[in-house]
């Protein structure tokens, strides 16, 4: 078993923004100081380059500064979304599983420790897509020399369903850390998911933001979370509390953190990114030029509205 699977076990998973200003260029500067303080959270390391973070919109070379900024802020594990980046058209599975590959290798280039595999929503079309699905996770493994996230990634974001045989066979290999779900509103999928990976000695991950707390009751016992981009310590609360065994406390902490979560993540799913851009700036994260999603819909004033008084209704109620 990898050693990173202890490590991360019982901990939570910033899935981190990339502050940018109005234009779509990155903002350094902000970025440097949002991961200082992300950092000082109570977590267990981060993942970069995920949905929240908008990896694969990025340039290959703004990847690489993304990803070592983190690096120069923190010694804690680093986990590295792949996949086939926005700006390509791969002609072909084999296509879109070597530019998966080479992604792999910029994250262990670039100082990863570990990378979480989009999956390639062509190989559900396939009679045996199950098989060239552990394939992929296989190759990227093998020419990355890095361990992997498994991403059950399914609705609006893209991706498709993993069944739970799917689950159970990347499991199976020595490199895979766990898997996570990241459905939003799939609760049997999600579960079946997480039951699936039982008995298997690697990490239950849930990316289920919407779904946090339920989650941990069917047996996720590690969160890699968008909603945990800011508000860090919401999410913490509520696997600390279940890992004690103190269930008043979590269900205080599971309704706090939905409550929030009631606040970013709805329709337009794609708006969850400004929504806890947003959340950041509140919290003093982010500076006001430093917080532009280019890539998700145009949202109203009034979503902005919500989110700050969901936040100063959270904090009266502490």
Same mark, same amino acid.
Request: proline share 6%; aromatic share 8%.
């Given at each position: 078993?990898?050693?990173?699977?202890?490590?991360?076990? =019982?901990?939570?998973?910033?899935a981190v923004f990339t502050p940018m200003d109005s234009t779509g260029v990155i903002a350094y500067d902000a970025l440097s100081a949002y991961a200082g303080a992300i950092a000082g959270q109570d977590i267990g390391g981060i993942a970069v380059w995920a949905h929240t973070g908008r990896g694969l919109y990025l340039s290959a070379a703004d990847r690489a500064k993304v990803l070592?900024?983190?690096?120069? $802020?923190?010694?804690?594990?680093?986990?590295? =979304?792949?996949?086939?980046?926005?700006?390509?058209?791969?002609?072909?599975?084999? %296509?879109?599983?070597?530019?998966?590959? $080479?992604?792999?290798? @910029?994250?262990?280039? &670039?100082?990863?420790?570990?990378?979480?595999?989009?999956?390639?929503?062509?190989?559900?079309?396939?009679? #045996?897509?199950?098989?060239?699905?552990?394939? !992929?996770?296989?190759?990227?493994?093998? +020419?990355?020399?890095?361990?992997?996230?498994?991403?059950?990634?399914? =609705? +609006?974001?893209?991706?498709?369903?993993?069944?739970?045989?799917?689950?159970? %066979?990347?499991?199976?290999? %020595?490199?895979?850390?766990?898997?996570?779900?990241?459905?939003? #509103?799939?609760?049997?999928?999600?579960?079946?998911?997480?039951?699936?990976?039982? #008995?298997?000695?690697?990490?239950?991950?849930?990316? +289920?933001? *919407?779904?946090?707390?339920?989650?941990?009751?069917?047996?996720?016992?590690?969160?890699?979370?968008?909603?945990?981009?800011?508000?860090? +310590?919401?999410?913490?609360?509520? !696997?600390?509390?279940?890992?004690?065994?103190?269930?008043?406390?979590?269900?205080?902490?599971?309704?706090?953190?939905?409550?929030?979560?009631? &606040?970013?993540?709805?329709?337009?799913?794609?708006?969850?990114?400004?929504?806890?851009?947003? &959340?950041?700036?509140?919290?003093?994260?982010?500076?006001?030029?430093?917080?532009? %999603?280019?890539?998700?819909?145009?949202?109203?004033?009034?979503?902005?509205?919500?989110?700050? *008084?969901?936040?100063?209704?959270? @904090?009266? #109620?502490?």
């Amino acid at each position: 078993m990898h050693p990173l699977v202890e490590q991360l076990r =019982g901990t939570v998973l910033p899935a981190v923004f990339t502050p940018m200003d109005s234009t779509g260029v990155i903002a350094y500067d902000a970025l440097s100081a949002y991961a200082g303080a992300i950092a000082g959270q109570d977590i267990g390391g981060i993942a970069v380059w995920a949905h929240t973070g908008r990896g694969l919109y990025l340039s290959a070379a703004d990847r690489a500064k993304v990803l070592e900024t983190w690096r120069q $802020a923190t010694a804690a594990p680093i986990v590295a =979304g792949v996949g086939v980046p926005r700006s390509e058209s791969p002609q072909s599975l084999r %296509d879109a599983a070597d530019l998966t590959v $080479a992604m792999a290798l @910029q994250a262990a280039d &670039a100082g990863a420790d570990a990378v979480m595999v989009y999956p390639l929503a062509g190989l559900a079309e396939l009679p #045996d897509g199950h098989a060239q699905a552990v394939k !992929l996770h296989e190759r990227v493994a093998v +020419e990355s020399g890095l361990p992997l996230v498994g991403f059950y990634l399914h =609705g +609006e974001a893209g991706g498709y369903p993993y069944p739970p045989e799917l689950i159970r %066979d990347l499991l199976s290999l %020595d490199a895979m850390l766990g898997v996570k779900t990241a459905t939003l #509103d799939r609760a049997i999928g999600t579960q079946d998911a997480i039951w699936a990976g039982r #008995d298997t000695g690697k990490l239950l991950i849930t990316g +289920e933001d *919407r779904m946090y707390g339920p989650s941990f009751m069917w047996g996720a016992d590690t969160a890699l979370v968008g909603i945990a981009s800011a508000q860090v +310590e919401l999410s913490v609360a509520v !696997l600390r509390a279940w890992q004690a065994g103190e269930h008043s406390a979590f269900l205080t902490a599971s309704d706090r953190l939905d409550r929030f979560a009631a &606040a970013t993540f709805y329709a337009p799913i794609e708006g969850y990114v400004q929504r806890m851009i947003w &959340a950041a700036v509140w919290e003093g994260l982010l500076p006001e030029e430093a917080a532009h %999603d280019p890539y998700g819909p145009a949202l109203p004033s009034t979503e902005r509205e919500l989110v700050i *008084r969901t936040l100063e209704a959270l @904090q009266l #109620d502490k």
